[in-house]
């Protein structure tokens, strides 16, 4: 073993010298609590195992990506599963070409959407309202996710991840869509406290990750579902491909491959050797255009959002609902069964109800969320 970790430490200081000067090096990974065994991965490579092999990762494959419960009708519907592969892909592409960390790269991508919650963004706003009726501040699926490996993960345990794991994923959230990104070199824990607080009060500061690797990620995340998302509209039926604009299709494309190719393209063109990765100012409108045309024409399309009433309707019940079964200690009901029976003493004695019942929710797959609202609202036939 001896001999295994010597050549390991020898192949990650060779692997050092072949980065780029803004890439990430190996050896500055740093976490709170240091590993006690050594093997032969990086320490950034070890996240990437740790968020692989966690429960949350294992429950992407159950939830919605736009359209819910579209496994079950469609399984070339992209789920979050799916979308997190490909986030995964093509930052590891871009970080090939910009001689980046990749397995840094390759942990952030994993794990940037491990606090989502079910019924994908309408599930995240919904449950966001609760969580602020309840008084238990808001909910961002980028903060919560960040909660997860820290708190949630390996039963109450936590992951235990490297500084620069955690970071990208809690500013991966993209939603500004920014035209160029430079990383924020000199964040701290108490900058990531900040945030949070921030978060929690409602506020949304559109702050950047502290790694060139983050950025990548950041930025790689919605060229994912850009394409992606217009291609399954048109799957569905909900659009054609003229509909597109002339000006967007003549510079991305109108297939996810061709969108995918021109993005990552003009990306690595205008980023080699640089300490920001950027979009072309041509590309970059096309880009914001065919994202805002996605909102218009998928988001918020009545057959894809003419579920949202009642899937809000159904979390007010089951958050009531389980939040009055621990004010009562029922000891009986599933949320003591299926989620804190292996939750640590600090964890129950630390954590409010209304946040045990945020953090049970937030876990479920949209197939699991139905399964219990079905157990716990329909009424059963006799037999």
């Not at 390991?8 to 190996?26: I, N």
Request: aromatic share 10%; net charge neutral.
């Amino acid at each position: 073993m001896d001999k295994l970790q010597s050549l390991s430490r020898r192949l990650l200081a060779g692997e050092d010298k072949s980065l780029s000067r803004f890439a990430t090096p190996h050896g500055s990974a740093r976490r709170a609590r240091p590993l006690e065994d050594e093997d032969f991965r990086s320490e950034f490579a070890r996240d990437r195992d740790r968020i692989l092999y966690s429960g949350a990762f294992r429950r992407y494959v159950g939830k919605t990506q736009v359209v819910y419960f579209a496994s079950q009708f469609d399984e070339h519907i992209t789920n979050r599963a799916i979308h997190t592969i490909h986030v995964s892909q093509i930052s590891r592409t871009i970080g090939r070409l910009l001689r980046l960390n990749l397995d840094l790269i390759e942990a952030i991508a994993l794990g940037h959407d491990l606090g989502h919650p079910p019924f994908g963004h309408d599930g995240e706003a919904i449950l966001d309202e609760l969580c602020h009726s309840y008084g238990i501040g808001h909910f961002l699926h980028n903060v919560h996710g960040l909660y997860y490996v820290d708190r949630i993960a390996s039963r109450n345990q936590g992951l235990n991840l490297t500084f620069q794991v955690r970071d990208g994923m809690l500013f991966h959230d993209g939603e500004s869509a920014l035209e160029s990104l430079a990383p924020f070199r000199s964040r701290s824990e108490r900058d990531i406290g900040e945030y949070i607080a921030l978060a929690s009060a409602g506020q949304r500061p559109d702050w950047v990750p502290s790694t060139l690797e983050g950025c990548v990620v950041r930025m790689c995340d919605t060229v994912a579902y850009v394409g992606q998302d217009f291609e399954d509209a048109l799957r569905l039926g909900l659009l054609k491909k003229d509909e597109l604009p002339a000006e967007i299709a003549l510079t991305l494309g109108v297939s996810n491959s061709r969108i995918i190719n021109s993005l990552v393209c003009d990306l690595v063109t205008n980023s080699l050797d640089h300490d920001f990765v950027r979009l072309s100012g041509k590309v970059f409108k096309a880009f914001l255009g065919l994202r805002d045309f996605n909102q218009r024409m998928i988001y918020s399309h009545r057959e894809i959002r003419r579920e949202r009433d009642r899937i809000a309707g159904a979390f007010r019940l089951m958050f009531a609902h389980f939040l009055d079964d621990l004010e009562n200690k029922r000891t009986s009901s599933i949320i003591f069964k299926h989620f804190l029976n292996n939750r640590s003493g600090e964890y129950l004695a630390e954590t409010s109800p209304a946040e045990k019942v945020r953090d049970y929710l937030a876990t479920m797959t949209d197939r699991y969320f139905s399964q219990v609202f079905t157990g716990q609202f329909v009424p059963r036939m006799p037999v």
